[in-house]
């Protein structure tokens, strides 16, 4: 290292200027070998690329010039090597002012050298502007997507998700397999495998109740009658806990759980003549008829939410417009309270939560489903999605991010994305289900996944990822 050039020395500094030719390409390692050139001026040419690596091993370069080419975008970190660098020209230049241009942003508020004025050609807003002076990359610079995680091979019609002693378990209904399906998050596969089997006849349903430590499960049929199971510890499985009457329940359609005033509760949408949707209790040894809601509806769907503080539950029916129940405070009973006129053929309402609003999407076979906002005294419509042949339309978020998974029975399924200016949902990606029945978000740690339950073709299992677009 002896012969290492110090400083200044105008003796001995070295120099390639390469201006006014026509090189349109910097390719990676060009000054490969030129350890000490100190003095790098590529100016006036018609330069469009620059790669990664095109500067690498110029750790003595101190002024480095590239004024006046056809830069309009430069790949990140591609001054990375540059150790000595003293002064940097960029002038005669108009950059792209968007995410590629964003790790330039911040490493021009971090460097130490001295750098000429970056200006911007685009986007409109910025035309002109001085790349110092962009206010904001972060909401541009990332997208979302997602991509097929795992296939699993068997058809399902509801998919519930619990968390269990630090772990993420999968509760899968699959009727024709005539079971109630098991999955563990495995840590270490980074994959979902079959933890536990429950066996029964023509399964609808399978939901998760959490009661203190104890595990349980409710297997919905629609032949034979439905039963509650209860995870054994000493067996590691699940074994049969009580039966649910069949009197009432003849052919269920959706179990939702919930609870008030810290009491655990669940009820079951019946969608035959026969049968009655009905409110089951804890009562600490197992659980009750409660309260029957209401009689010769045909129930498809029943949603908990809370409405202004108070309890409430919406019931979807085949025969009539969707009816919301209160809870009653003094009888403990949930009472007829209003409905959610002119929507016929509801089969089911979901409710969610948005920067302090409440939401609900009605999903509509026929016709066009909708997305309603709650105004303090009634649901109002913001948004029509066309979506013939549709049995389910689910909202899900990850993080800030917030989704409509709208299945059909007849195309493509398609998932919308919150879109916060516009205040509308609008359309994000279309993905193939073979009859799709319920969509279902499961965070495990750190990751994301989305399970879309087939009636006639494979389980699929999408992870939502987050993309940099400034890399």
Request: glycine share 4%; charged share 25%.
């Amino acid at each position: 290292m002896g012969n290492k050039h110090n400083g200044h020395n105008p003796a001995c500094q070295v120099l390639i200027l390469l201006n006014s030719n026509s090189f349109t390409v910097i390719r990676d390692d060009a000054f490969a070998g030129l350890f000490h050139l100190e003095y790098l001026f590529i100016e006036g040419n018609k330069i469009e690329t620059i790669s990664r690596n095109a500067f690498r091993g110029l750790r003595d370069l101190t002024h480095l010039s590239l004024a006046n080419n056809h830069l309009k975008a430069l790949p990140r970190d591609v001054f990375s090597d540059l150790d000595s660098l003293i002064e940097l020209d960029l002038r005669g230049n108009k950059f792209e002012c968007d995410c590629k241009a964003k790790w330039l942003f911040l490493w021009l508020k971090m460097t130490n050298s001295t750098v000429s004025d970056v200006l911007c050609i685009g986007p409109a807003e910025y035309q002109d502007k001085k790349l110092n002076d962009v206010t904001s990359f972060d909401y541009e610079c990332t997208t979302t997507d997602f991509v097929v995680h795992q296939i699993l091979p068997y058809q399902s019609v509801s998919v519930d998700t619990f968390n269990s002693k630090n772990d993420v378990f999968v509760a899968i209904a699959q009727p024709s397999m005539e079971n109630c399906m098991v999955l563990e998050w495995d840590h270490i596969e980074m994959n979902f495998r079959s933890y536990d089997n429950i066996t029964g006849q023509s399964i609808v349903g399978c939901k998760a109740i959490l009661v203190g430590d104890q595990v349980f499960v409710v297997v919905a049929q629609l032949f034979g009658g439905s039963h509650i199971y209860k995870y054994d510890e000493s067996w590691t499985k699940f074994v049969k806990f009580q039966d649910i009457e069949e009197s009432r329940i003849s052919k269920p359609n959706d179990i939702e759980l919930f609870e008030i005033d810290s009491e655990m509760f669940f009820v079951i949408a019946d969608s035959s003549k026969a049968g009655l949707s009905t409110v089951y209790k804890w009562n600490n040894k197992g659980f009750y008829s409660y309260q029957s809601l209401h009689e010769w509806f045909r129930d498809t769907d029943a949603e908990f939410l809370d409405i202004d503080g108070k309890s409430h539950l919406i019931l979807s029916s085949r025969s009539q417009v969707p009816i919301i129940l209160q809870w009653n405070k003094a009888s403990k009973k949930f009472v007829p309270h209003s409905e959610i006129p002119n929507m016929e053929d509801v089969l089911a309402v979901k409710s969610f939560r948005m920067q302090d609003n409440l939401y609900i999407t009605l999903t509509r076979f026929i016709g066009d489903s909708r997305v309603m906002k709650w105004n303090s005294k009634q649901f109002v419509e913001i948004q029509a999605l066309p979506s013939r042949g549709a049995m389910t339309l689910q909202p899900f978020s990850f993080k800030n991010n917030y989704y409509l998974a709208l299945g059909s029975d007849y195309t493509f399924s398609q998932i919308y994305q919150w879109d916060g200016e516009k205040k509308i949902f609008r359309l994000f990606k279309e993905i193939y289900v073979q009859a799709p029945r319920s969509f279902t978000a499961v965070s495990t740690d750190r990751r994301d996944f989305f399970f879309a339950s087939s009636f006639k073709g494979n389980t699929q299992i999408f992870e939502h990822i987050i993309i940099d677009l400034s890399l």
